[in-house]
């Protein structure tokens, strides 16, 4: 547990680091923890630490933590792949959903949240390396589908996402960021409340903070190896 405060506070920094020396503002670069596949005792941990956003991959895992910590005011954000029977228990249990890929999902996601309760905030998934990730929207077809889930009435349109596949070096992996960073600076004046570039994990998170990632994913580097 201690291993897990340490490396927040060291991410932390590095964060900081990093944002002066890509000259981005002061936290403008927001840190998720990615707390799939980890114990609830490592999210009490991170928590302890400052940490109130936790992504998830696996629903039932998810529901699970979220049931377990339902008297603590954590946000909780659904980053995996979504099927159509899993989308009632993700409207109605999450904050935020990044891996919106096709309108048949957020339409589901939109009628199946309560409209008494705040917007879904979600980012709309976009493919950008066809070899490795099978999942995401087409970069052609972006557009279209952000103009479809922006007009939809429960949820709150709030940027991109991507995980492109894993690549050895800064620079390739500066240059596929650089893809989904430019679209998403040319959608953003489309919709009122586009404000998330969701890019960058353990890995390639200091080439995401350079093109502009405004929100990393952050598992690994946080919990350690997943089981
Ligand atoms: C697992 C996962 C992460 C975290 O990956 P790490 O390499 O452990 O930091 C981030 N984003 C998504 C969508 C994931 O599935």
């Not at 979220?66 to 954000?77: A, E, T, V, Y």
């Not at 690549?167 to 500066?174: G, I, V």
Request: hydrophobic content about 40%; aromatic content about 6%.
């Amino acid at each position: 547990m201690i291993t897990i405060a340490k490396n927040i506070e060291r991410l932390s920094d590095r964060l900081r680091l990093l944002e002066r020396q890509y000259e981005r503002s002061s936290a403008s670069v927001k840190l998720l923890a990615v707390s799939k596949r980890h114990p609830v005792e490592s999210i009490i941990a991170a928590h302890e630490a400052g940490i109130v956003d936790f992504g998830e991959n696996y629903l039932q895992e998810a529901l699970d933590k979220i049931q377990h910590f339902s008297s603590m005011q954590l946000n909780w954000h659904f980053i995996g792949p979504i099927q159509s029977n899993k989308t009632k228990a993700i409207a109605e249990n999450f904050h935020w959903v990044h891996s919106i890929d096709r309108f048949k999902i957020a339409q589901r996601l939109s009628d199946q949240r309560e409209s008494s309760t705040a917007k879904l905030n979600v980012c709309v998934q976009i493919k950008l390396s066809d070899e490795t990730n099978k999942f995401g929207v087409e970069l052609s077809k972006a557009e279209a589908l952000c103009d479809s889930v922006d007009a939809l009435p429960n949820l709150k349109l709030r940027g991109l996402m991507a995980i492109p596949a894993a690549l050895p070096d800064l620079e390739s992996q500066r240059r596929t960021f650089r893809v989904l960073a430019q679209e998403y600076a040319r959608l953003k004046p489309r919709y009122a409340q586009f404000d998330t570039l969701s890019m960058g994990m353990s890995n390639d998170l200091e080439a995401a903070i350079a093109e502009g990632s405004t929100l990393i994913r952050v598992g690994t580097a946080i919990f350690g190896p997943r089981s």
